[in-house]
């Protein structure tokens, strides 16, 4: 039985106490944050506590607290292996003495619970000896992980707030333009499925369609003459992007 | 049964020549295309022609052609109704008696085929008259349409150019930054599957996640490091769209 602290009741935080709670294998032994009002729902479940320096003995802790967060905190104190979950941090911005990183490659939502056994985890230890154990941890969470270095994990990283951020936002604007004009937003729920479920067998440049790759100035005049603002700009920047990507003279 | 004519054998056209093959309600009478190169796989299994001064008779008509081919045909000769498939070109630029609309809102590709019944279809006559004709066609082919004028079917396809053509390339830029550091494109697929899952019960301004909408300057700094060129310009534009759309001072 591994004994595990979950530093953290965020998004990513609430999402691993659920798997660890689930899990026989794990002993989740206590659970941190600075806010009571985060803590109050396991007060009685899960022994919790606010003082950082009151942390219990325990062999994993997981930080899973805000990026400029991490290099706050003094953990020198602690036996057990420090892991963050944070893409773009370094390990060595814990002070621990044992340090890793334990990185989920997901988008998390407090509103919809996500299957952690199909997330990707991008695993780092600074000591060779710790990622064995880290890896027995994560076999209990999760089905799929990975070694990555730092400097992998941040490219991860970047192409994981394109894929996800940025493709989430490029919808808020389609739901926008949808109620300029009263049009039901689910009457483009094939369109936006197809899309994505291309991406599983399609390389997206043999996928690309539309006025930009066409090079059809009609149209993209017609589009840009119904925007404004920065949804121009986009308009203006992701057709520019495509065409150069397709070798069309601009 | 209804015997239909279609004109183009692109992307579209090639779709609705499939569907149209496969049901017992529809006579397939005749396919025209300027190419014969694209006609050869259909000799000896239906009538075919290049010349548009010789179509058949045929109950309804379906332009398939590029939004600047359709205005440029004179179909005047024609008794029944003539319909193109374009997302932004009036009914009006055919010249034809019978005039409508007949657009389906997916994006299609060669490669791949798709399930016409789940696609929705928008439709328009210039005569009241042939709407029902038109939808006793459409139901044939698709379980969704709807009647929808010029303007709100203009605006449905610029929204659709944003939630696929533009979702799409920013994929490929996920592509080309995964390739930067020989990182697995599939590595996230749970997590481009779950952004676009959650577009089916989440409103995308709840969904937003990510260093824009955290106004995470050092990661936002970071990762335009790693940037150059249009990519570099793709995410500031998205991030100053996410930032504006949350209120965040820039």
Do not use: W
Not at 15 to 22: M, P, T
Not at 149 to 174: P, S, Y
């Amino acid at each position: 039985m591994i004994k595990v602290c979950i530093l953290g009741v965020g998004k990513v935080g609430t999402h691993l106490i659920k798997a660890c709670i689930d899990n026989i294998d794990i002993k989740l032994t206590q659970i941190y944050s600075r806010s009571y009002k985060s803590l109050k729902e396991y007060i009685g479940i899960i022994p919790v506590t606010q003082n950082i320096n009151e942390l219990e003995i325990a062999d994993l802790y997981v930080v899973a607290l805000p990026d400029d967060v991490i290099s706050q905190l003094d953990l020198n104190y602690l036996t057990g292996l420090v892991v963050h979950t944070s893409g773009t941090v370094s390990y060595s911005a814990l002070k621990a003495k044992q340090t890793g990183v334990f990185y989920p490659l997901q988008s998390f939502t407090k509103e919809k619970s996500i299957d952690l056994k199909e997330t990707p985890f991008c695993l780092e230890t600074k000591f060779a000896e710790d990622y064995g154990f880290l890896v027995s941890f994560t076999k209990l969470i999760s089905n799929v992980y990975d070694e990555m270095n730092e400097q992998k994990r941040q490219k991860l990283h970047l192409a994981a707030v394109f894929a996800n951020n940025f493709t989430n936002r490029v919808m808020g604007i389609v739901f926008d333009v949808c109620k300029e004009q009263d049009i039901d937003f689910n009457m483009l729920q094939p369109l936006i499925q197809e899309t994505f479920l291309k991406t599983k067998t399609l390389n997206p440049d043999i996928a690309q369609t539309g006025p930009a790759i066409r090079n059809d100035k009609g149209t993209i005049k017609k589009h840009l003459k119904q925007l404004t603002g920065t949804n121009k700009e986009v308009y203006k920047i992701l057709t520019k992007s495509i065409q150069e990507k397709h070798g069309i003279e601009l």
